[in-house]
């Protein structure tokens, strides 16, 4: 068993994501944002809402999450829709 474990491939995700960054984060600038007006004014409670906010509208149909990540999201995948790509 030990021999044919070390065989197999390993295992693999996508991953896709919606950065919101706040007035805590470590950089208040972003591809979105490069001066941080937006990030310095959003709490990491607003921040937080609102992602609770958006998991319920695609929850319910009502966004789609690469659409929504190229709306809103800080992080430069915005630019499509949020995808981090394959990992192992």
């Known amino acids: 068993e ?10 693999i995700a996508r991953a ?3 950065l919101l960054k706040h007035s805590g984060s470590r950089r208040l600038a972003s ?5 941080g007006v937006h990030i310095r004014n959003r709490s990491k409670e607003e921040a937080t809402q609102q992602l609770r906010n958006f998991r319920t509208k695609m929850e319910s149909g009502d966004e789609v999450f690469e659409n929504l990540a190229a709306r809103v999201s800080d ?4 630019q499509h829709g949020g995808d981090l790509g394959w990992f192992a």
């Open 16 to 18: 896709s994501h919606i």
């Open 75 to 78: 992080c430069d995948t915005a």
């Open 2 to 11: 030990a021999i044919e474990g070390r065989l197999m491939p390993p295992a």
């Open 31 to 35: 591809w979105r944002d490069p001066e």
